[in-house]
């Protein structure tokens, strides 16, 4: 099964998406019937629908949306981490076979050590009981905490979104590079290759801007630990979805069609335990 292992769904009202800007290609709905031709453009089957709000009423229509469109293999959606009642939310979320994960906006939290607060600590323990994976967006600032946390959990399955952001419009790699490298260590940790062309230059970014990054993180995880993401819509900011498809698809060209089909979907489907409809 081929799958983009990342994006995004909404029906757009500016109160619940503070962060899209006003003018931007992102203010409008974005459902699935506009994503159906793009993956079938790619050739790929299906997609892993993530949050883009931090209510429980997010899960519940990304599930919803699931039970209505075969293409969305699996939702990685937002329960309170932080609450002591998040037992009984994982536990109503997991009833449904497509929720597969959560993932909080850590990115936007002012602390960089978020990720190790221990009321948050407290949530991330209570995943691997209900067989769910974390997904963690972060910056770069807050990959040293990222690495303790993965560190602190093996037996929970994680796995970093976007490669964490880093500094490709500026060409900047260190200390992302060393710190990539370091968080690979931990064979429970996986890396989404998402999110990568608004880091760069929006109008401007040319296949070359990515390849010391996209370098690094194929040296640090490996074939069996990579995964494709389109970050669709959020995309389209810098490049519409064929052009970040195709992006990704030149540069493992050189791979084994073995490790291609791990990147393109295997890998996925084995970390978020989808399976074939």
């Known amino acids: 099964m081929r799958i983009d292992s990342h994006q995004h769904f909404w029906i757009y009202d500016p109160n619940q998406y503070p962060w899209i800007a006003k003018g931007s290609p992102l203010q409008r709905d974005w459902l699935p019937a506009d994503l159906r031709p793009l993956l079938a453009k790619a050739g790929l089957d299906g997609s892993i629908a993530v949050q883009a709000r931090q209510t429980i009423e997010e899960s519940r229509w990304l599930l919803n949306l699931a039970d209505h469109y075969p293409l969305i293999k699996g939702v990685v959606g937002w329960a309170d981490l932080r609450s002591e009642n998040v037992g009984a939310q994982l536990a109503e979320l997991s009833k449904h076979r497509k ?49 303790e946390l993965v560190r602190r959990f093996p037996e929970q399955r994680f796995v970093l979104d976007h490669i964490a952001k880093p500094f490709i419009k500026e060409g900047i790699l260190s200390p992302w590079r060393e710190q990539l490298r370091e968080l690979a260590k931990s064979n429970n940790a996986l890396c989404k290759v998402s999110g990568m062309v608004t880091e760069a230059n929006h109008t401007h970014w040319k296949a070359a801007d990515f390849k010391p990054f996209l370098d690094t993180v194929f040296e640090a995880f490996g074939e069996d630990r990579l995964m494709y993401g389109s970050d669709w819509p959020v995309c389209l900011l810098a490049a519409g979805y064929e052009k970040v498809f195709g992006l990704v698809e030149d540069y493992v060209r050189p791979l084994t069609p073995a490790a291609r089909d791990k990147f393109f979907g295997a890998n996925a489907a084995r970390f978020y335990g989808v399976a074939r409809e």
């Open 99 to 147: 929720f597969v994960g959560v993932r909080h906006v850590a990115q936007d939290e002012p602390d960089d050590r978020f990720l190790l607060q221990s009321v948050f600590l407290r949530g991330i323990g209570k995943l691997k009981q209900f067989k769910l994976s974390y997904d963690i967006l972060i910056y770069p600032k807050q990959l040293p905490a990222a690495i």
